[in-house]
């Protein structure tokens, strides 16, 4: 007995409908990239393991879906690391390519290969699969969509802003209230550090302050501890943890907690900046928060930091996320070409509207008329209508086979198609056809431009 097939943890497979209302997200974050200015680009599934490793700290590092080289890989490989057990020097030597594990990268590396193409300030966006070889729950998968977007070339501020509102536009055409769009600054978690007197130790405080949400305030100094953060350093670290309040009046506190620290300062001049143009400008239906812990441990971020939290109501982690990285073409020999960019999490979006009973029903509408088959004469007589249908909009077909009426109904029936038409011998004749409503279970006798305006006025209301 043949054993029975299956997928890898953390992928999946997509029916009809999933697939439906993924481009329906999708669809509409690319109309507003566009709407915002942004150019499309795609890069490859896999890049070069060198482009990838050390991009992403220790963690990321391991992350990543290396691909064994072709052929006899053994044979090259370092049969010393081989010998000894050692993972990492072997796999230097037996992989020389791995999955994009996200977009960002590939897109520095894009940026830094076709530099002289290219127009800066340079706005682009990218909607492709990445790969992580994380361990799966739920909203965290192996494969998933990123939906980023990115400017190259500018410094200013404004970017930051457009971002915000980018945010706040996508998912209130989505119907997603409650939003919170949070941000921070590398600048004001350096200027922590440095006020507390261990810059050295910044990556392993920032690690440690991200996780307040999952381990609370305890957990979080004892990491700190079991850092080497010393208990005086922390204690003068404290004040943050009690910022309560609106943005402004975080702002103030901020300040005054960074007030010895220039780089900290700098951070709470650019957070006040993007905060009062927000004011200005107004969001439709999302909050902007000034999150003091948010850290995120990707290592390239060097000035603003966004994450957005979804709806209170709905238990799930961030479903977008991005920053402002001043020289990540600079890994790449390319410096001093400051970025900013987001990141739509699709897959967490998805769960997040299907909790929420957000899809609208037309996203997975399937077929809207099936056309009975009586046999090969009643059959072209349909294709006829069938083509014109489809020529005004309307999701038409043909049952392929002359099959039972029972099964052809049916078949209707499972795939909720809501008109049926019959065609035979009596409405060939008469150039007419029999529309079935299968909600209401009533038939007629109609011409095709009545049999058009039926289906399409019931299109309209529903």
């Known amino acids: 007995m043949a054993q029975k097939p299956?997928?890898?943890?953390?992928?999946?497979?997509?029916?009809?409908?999933?697939?439906?209302?993924?481009?329906?997200?999708?669809?509409?974050?690319?109309?507003?990239?566009?709407?915002?200015?942004?150019?499309?680009?795609?890069?490859?599934?896999?890049?070069?393991?060198?482009?990838?490793?050390?991009?992403?700290?220790?963690?990321?590092?391991?992350l990543i879906f290396k691909i064994l080289n072709s052929g006899d890989y053994l044979k090259k490989a370092d049969q010393k690391a081989y010998q000894e057990k050692d993972s990492t020097g072997l796999t230097a030597s037996i992989s020389e390519k791995a999955l994009r594990y996200d977009?960002?990268?590939?897109?520095?590396?894009?940026?830094?290969?076709h530099q002289n193409e290219l127009e800066l300030p340079f706005k682009r966006y990218q909607i492709q699969p990445v790969w992580r070889a994380d361990r799966p729950q739920k909203g965290r998968f192996r494969e998933f969509y990123q939906c980023d977007a990115d400017v190259v070339g500018s410094k200013s501020l404004w970017q930051e802003v457009e971002f915000?509102?980018?945010?706040?536009a996508v998912f209130s055409s989505l119907g997603l209230e409650g939003v919170r769009v949070k941000i921070n600054n590398r600048k004001v978690l350096a200027g922590f550090a440095e006020v507390i007197g261990e810059s050295e130790k910044l990556i392993d405080f920032t690690v440690a302050l991200d996780k307040l949400d999952k381990i609370g305030e305890e957990g979080v100094k004892n990491e700190m501890l079991e850092k080497g953060i010393s208990a005086q350093a922390i204690a003068k670290i404290q004040p943050i943890f009690q910022l309560k309040g609106s943005f402004g009046e975080?702002?103030?506190?901020?300040?005054?907690?960074?007030?010895?620290?220039?780089?900290?300062?700098?951070?709470?001049?650019?957070?006040?900046?993007?905060?009062?143009?927000?004011?200005?400008?107004?969001?439709?239906?999302?909050?902007?928060?000034?999150?003091?812990?948010?850290?995120?441990?990707?290592?390239?971020y060097t000035g603003a930091i966004l994450e957005v939290a979804a709806p209170d109501t709905v238990k799930m982690g961030s479903i977008g996320g991005g920053g402002r990285y001043d020289d990540l073409t600079g890994i790449f020999g390319l410096k001093n070409l400051s970025?900013?960019?987001?990141?739509?999490?699709?897959?967490?979006?998805?769960?997040?509207?299907?909790?929420?009973?957000?899809?609208?029903?037309?996203?997975?509408?399937?077929?809207?008329?099936?056309?009975?088959?009586?046999?090969?004469?009643?059959?072209?007589?349909?294709?006829?209508?069938?083509?014109?249908?489809?020529?005004?909009g309307i999701i038409a077909e043909l049952y392929p086979d002359s099959a039972k009426m029972k099964k052809q109904m049916n078949y209707a029936n499972k795939r909720g198609i809501p008109f049926v038409v019959l065609a035979g011998a009596e409405e060939m004749d008469e150039k007419t056809f029999t529309l079935k409503d299968m909600k209401k279970g009533d038939q007629r006798r109609v011409s095709f431009e009545q049999l058009l305006e039926q289906v399409q006025l019931k299109a309209d209301v529903e």
């Open 6 to 62: 299956s997928i890898p943890k953390g992928t999946r497979d997509f029916s009809p409908a999933e697939v439906a209302k993924r481009n329906y997200i999708i669809n509409t974050i690319r109309q507003h990239f566009q709407l915002y200015g942004f150019q499309p680009i795609e890069t490859p599934s896999f890049e070069n393991l060198e482009t990838l490793m050390g991009k992403y700290g220790e963690e990321g590092d391991r």
């Open 103 to 113: 977009l960002t990268v590939p897109f520095a590396r894009y940026v830094v290969q």
């Open 164 to 168: 915000v509102q980018l945010y706040d």
């Open 250 to 300: 975080k702002i103030q506190g901020l300040a005054e907690i960074l007030r010895t620290s220039e780089a900290g300062m700098e951070g709470v001049e650019e957070l006040q900046f993007i905060n009062n143009a927000i004011e200005q400008v107004g969001l439709e239906k999302s909050v902007l928060d000034l999150d003091v812990t948010l850290a995120r441990g990707l290592n390239y």
């Open 339 to 392: 970025g900013v960019g987001i990141s739509f999490g699709l897959d967490r979006i998805y769960l997040v509207l299907e909790e929420l009973g957000l899809f609208p029903d037309e996203v997975t509408e399937t077929t809207r008329v099936l056309f009975i088959n009586f046999g090969e004469k009643e059959a072209l007589y349909a294709l006829g209508a069938v083509k014109n249908l489809r020529a005004a």
